[in-house]
């Protein structure tokens, strides 16, 4: 917490891998060469033309600018923010006499390279400021912050059942009532944890394990679960919390309103670097309680956005009987702690 | 009813423990108050084949159950001639529990505490019984069943069955493909509640939009013609009166 709060204000270079990052470059620059097209054309025919001729000389300098800013991403991260902006500028400049040079065979009358290094510093100075009050704006503090309102929270509808069902196993039953109450303490210590940190997706199938069985204590047989976990990668990480509350909003949107067995369905798997979930409950369209399942929903897709920007995609699927929820994030590696 | 006599309790709850919790509390009040475990049930409809055999004085109703909730089924209930005093159970609902106060309908917080459930069963035979508008404030939602008082027994009629609402005289007739069942309501007060899935082809009759097969033109007993509704399941034919025929060509343009 303390290493957190002292770097709180500090701005940071953008991690240039990352992909949400990588399209807002690309969306500010073309947007800016949109803007300078415009101005110079006189007539709506000559806007085109103008356009090209900017993306001739800017395209080629961006891209290959993103590919270096890419490449040397872990070095400039290891930097202070200052001589990584001074680095950020030196391969800027490079990169644009680079491409001047090389475009100049191509092209007749390339101009002045000065003009070159001026439009490429008032880019670059644009979006290094863009993305230090982006930063400020998501600083750690106020990240943190947020993460910590949208900490996912249990339903009092499953604490009270639960307690009622354990209550009902202490006469006769007190081993499993034992059992139940450590499961329990298990969920309710996750729960009120500082869940802010990624943490093994391991841990987090162990808690939603213990989550099940003590709602099986309660609805027996009318609550099903298959868990498909062969490809589940042993060592990814994954925000905490993610699975529970879907798992709940299953449980008491699929299972709660019938008195037949109904199945839950998980499967976590991965490819290449993305790892996928999908949860896949009955649906019954009661029309009563979607509400609370859309808001667990936004708040976990905006859990996921903070930790992941664009990287990560949550999408739902409802049939005629059934409700479907896919989750998709980086394949984060480190499972080991 | 006589003073004398155990309590007789009726448990319904759809989960096993909430049951089991319930009748081990039940035990322990015995020993202090006469009473007896009539049954118990784990959804409404099972409670109410549970009536006529178990004869309850008191139901201990949880309100959040599959297929038919509490609230629901207490309505039902007041269709028999005495019915029972009801105690809802809840484990949480802010919203509900506000509106129960208001109302001062009885209802014990889960898991129930054993004095909580003593004091609530010794005044139970002096509870004033659940009225019928206070339950349909605390639920305005439609219900999933109707039903009828057959010689002391409820029945339910599932809401999908019925193919039309017929007014007549003191009752509405509710029509299903086997049987027509005479029903104590208003036509007026059914299709409020229900007005998404049936549509008033006449003054006095409302048709279920699921159950309608086509519309036909005939001549009526007074020589003039008019539109009647074809239904699915059954060979009556329902007139549509005059100022109703627009439902004909919105059901035309419904089909295209």
Same mark, same amino acid.
């Given at each position: 917490?303390? !290493?957190?709060?002292?770097?709180?204000?500090? !701005?940071?270079?953008?991690?240039?891998?990352?992909?949400?990052?990588?399209?807002?470059?690309?969306?500010?620059?073309?947007?800016?060469?949109?803007?300078?097209?415009?101005?110079?054309?006189?007539?709506?025919?000559?806007?085109?033309?103008?356009?090209?001729?900017?993306?001739?000389?800017?395209?080629?300098?961006?891209?290959?600018?993103?590919?270096?800013?890419?490449?040397?991403?872990?070095?400039?991260?290891?930097?202070?923010?200052?001589?990584?902006?001074?680095?950020?500028?030196?391969?800027?400049?490079?990169?644009?006499?680079?491409?001047?040079?090389?475009? /100049?065979?191509?092209?007749?009358?390339?101009?002045?390279?000065?003009?070159?290094?001026?439009?490429?510093?008032?880019?670059?100075?644009?979006?290094?400021?863009?993305?230090?009050?982006?930063?400020?704006?998501?600083?750690?503090?106020?990240?943190?912050?947020?993460?910590?309102?949208?900490?996912a929270r249990i339903r009092p509808h499953f604490l009270f059942n639960s307690i009622n069902a354990v209550l009902s196993l202490i006469r006769k039953n007190p081993a499993q009532a034992e059992h139940a109450l450590e499961d329990m303490a298990d969920l309710f210590r996750v729960l009120m944890a500082?869940n802010?940190?990624?943490?093994?997706?391991v841990r987090e199938v162990e808690l939603c394990r213990q989550y099940m069985a003590l709602e099986q204590l309660r609805l027996g047989e009318r609550l099903q679960v298959e868990w498909?976990?062969?490809?589940?990668?042993?060592?990814?990480?994954?925000?905490p919390l993610?699975l529970q509350p879907l798992l709940e909003n299953a449980v008491y949107?699929g299972i709660e309103p019938s008195s037949?067995p109904g199945t839950i369905?998980i499967?976590? !798997?991965?490819?290449?670097?993305?790892?996928?979930?999908?949860?896949?409950?009955?649906?019954?369209?009661?029309?009563?309680?979607?509400?609370?399942? /859309?808001?667990?929903?936004?708040?976990?897709?905006? /859990?996921?956005?903070?930790?992941?920007?664009?990287?990560?995609?949550?999408?739902?699927?409802?049939?005629?009987? !059934?409700?479907?929820?896919?989750?998709?994030?980086?394949?984060?590696?480190?499972?080991? /702690? | 009813?006589?003073?004398?006599?155990?309590?007789?309790v009726l448990i319904v709850d759809d989960e096993a423990p909430a049951r089991s919790r319930i009748r081990d509390l039940l035990s322990d009040c015995a020993l202090k108050l006469?009473l007896e475990i009539?049954g118990e049930a784990a959804t409404?409809?099972e409670?109410?084949?549970?009536? =006529?055999? *178990?004869?309850?004085?008191?139901?201990l109703l949880d309100i959040r159950m599959p297929?038919?909730?509490g609230?629901?089924?207490?309505?039902?209930?007041?269709?028999?001639?005495?019915? =029972?005093?009801?105690i809802f159970t809840t484990a949480y609902d802010?919203?509900?529990l506000?509106?129960?106060?208001?109302?001062?309908?009885?209802y014990l917080l889960k898991p129930i505490r054993l004095g909580r459930l003593f004091e609530a069963l010794?005044?139970?035979?002096?509870? *004033? =019984?659940?009225?019928?508008?206070?339950?349909?404030?605390?639920?305005?939602? =439609?219900?999933?069943?109707?039903?009828?008082?057959?010689?002391?027994?409820?029945?339910?009629?599932?809401?999908?069955?019925?193919?039309?609402?017929?007014?007549?005289?003191?009752?509405?007739?509710?029509?299903?493909?086997?049987?027509?069942?005479?029903?104590?309501?208003?036509?007026?007060?059914?299709?409020?509640?229900?007005?998404?899935?049936?549509?008033?082809?006449?003054?006095?009759?409302?048709?279920?939009?699921?159950?309608?097969?086509?519309?036909?033109?005939?001549?009526?007993?007074?020589?003039?013609?008019?539109?009647?509704?074809?239904?699915?399941?059954?060979?009556?034919?329902?007139?549509?009166?005059?100022?109703?025929?627009?439902?004909?060509?919105?059901?035309?343009?419904?089909?295209?």
């Amino acid at each position: 917490m303390g !290493s957190i709060n002292q770097n709180a204000n500090a !701005s940071a270079l953008p991690n240039f891998r990352n992909l949400g990052i990588l399209l807002r470059i690309l969306v500010i620059v073309d947007g800016a060469c949109l803007a300078a097209a415009l101005f110079k054309a006189g007539a709506p025919l000559a806007l085109m033309e103008e356009l090209i001729d900017l993306s001739a000389t800017v395209q080629p300098t961006l891209l290959a600018s993103l590919l270096v800013l890419a490449a040397a991403n872990n070095w400039l991260r290891r930097l202070a923010y200052w001589p990584a902006i001074a680095a950020v500028i030196a391969i800027e400049l490079a990169v644009a006499t680079m491409v001047y040079f090389l475009g /100049r065979s191509v092209f007749d009358n390339p101009g002045e390279i000065e003009r070159y290094w001026i439009f490429t510093l008032l880019i670059t100075g644009v979006l290094i400021g863009y993305f230090d009050l982006r930063g400020r704006a998501l600083s750690p503090a106020l990240t943190e912050a947020r993460l910590q309102a949208l900490q996912a929270r249990i339903r009092p509808h499953f604490l009270f059942n639960s307690i009622n069902a354990v209550l009902s196993l202490i006469r006769k039953n007190p081993a499993q009532a034992e059992h139940a109450l450590e499961d329990m303490a298990d969920l309710f210590r996750v729960l009120m944890a500082d869940n802010r940190e990624l943490s093994p997706l391991v841990r987090e199938v162990e808690l939603c394990r213990q989550y099940m069985a003590l709602e099986q204590l309660r609805l027996g047989e009318r609550l099903q679960v298959e868990w498909d976990l062969a490809e589940m990668p042993a060592d990814a990480l994954i925000p905490p919390l993610v699975l529970q509350p879907l798992l709940e909003n299953a449980v008491y949107h699929g299972i709660e309103p019938s008195s037949a067995p109904g199945t839950i369905m998980i499967r976590i !798997s991965h490819h290449r670097d993305q790892l996928h979930i999908m949860l896949r409950n009955p649906y019954r369209p009661d029309g009563e309680h979607h509400a609370g399942n /859309r808001m667990a929903l936004a708040n976990i897709r905006e /859990r996921l956005a903070l930790h992941f920007d664009a990287e990560a995609g949550i999408t739902t699927t409802a049939t005629a009987d !059934s409700y479907e929820v896919r989750i998709t994030i980086p394949y984060m590696k480190g499972g080991g /702690r | 009813m006589t003073g004398g006599s155990p309590l007789r309790v009726l448990i319904v709850d759809d989960e096993a423990p909430a049951r089991s919790r319930i009748r081990d509390l039940l035990s322990d009040c015995a020993l202090k108050l006469p009473l007896e475990i009539a049954g118990e049930a784990a959804t409404g409809r099972e409670a109410l084949d549970l009536l =006529p055999a *178990t004869e309850p004085d008191v139901v201990l109703l949880d309100i959040r159950m599959p297929e038919m909730d509490g609230l629901e089924f207490a309505q039902h209930l007041l269709k028999l001639d005495e019915p =029972p005093a009801v105690i809802f159970t809840t484990a949480y609902d802010a919203y509900a529990l506000k509106a129960f106060e208001v109302h001062a309908v009885d209802y014990l917080l889960k898991p129930i505490r054993l004095g909580r459930l003593f004091e609530a069963l010794s005044r139970a035979r002096e509870i *004033t =019984p659940l009225r019928l508008d206070v339950l349909r404030a605390l639920k305005p939602e =439609p219900r999933s069943h109707l039903s009828v008082n057959e010689r002391g027994r409820i029945h339910l009629i599932p809401l999908a069955e019925i193919l039309y609402l017929k007014a007549e005289l003191k009752y509405v007739t509710a029509r299903t493909a086997q049987h027509e069942f005479l029903l104590e309501e208003s036509l007026t007060g059914l299709e409020q509640e229900f007005l998404g899935g049936f549509m008033r082809v006449h003054r006095n009759c409302l048709v279920a939009k699921s159950a309608i097969r086509g519309f036909e033109r005939t001549t009526g007993a007074d020589g003039e013609s008019q539109w009647v509704v074809l239904l699915n399941g059954v060979p009556e034919k329902l007139p549509v009166s005059r100022r109703q025929q627009q439902i004909v060509r919105e059901f035309g343009r419904h089909l295209k």
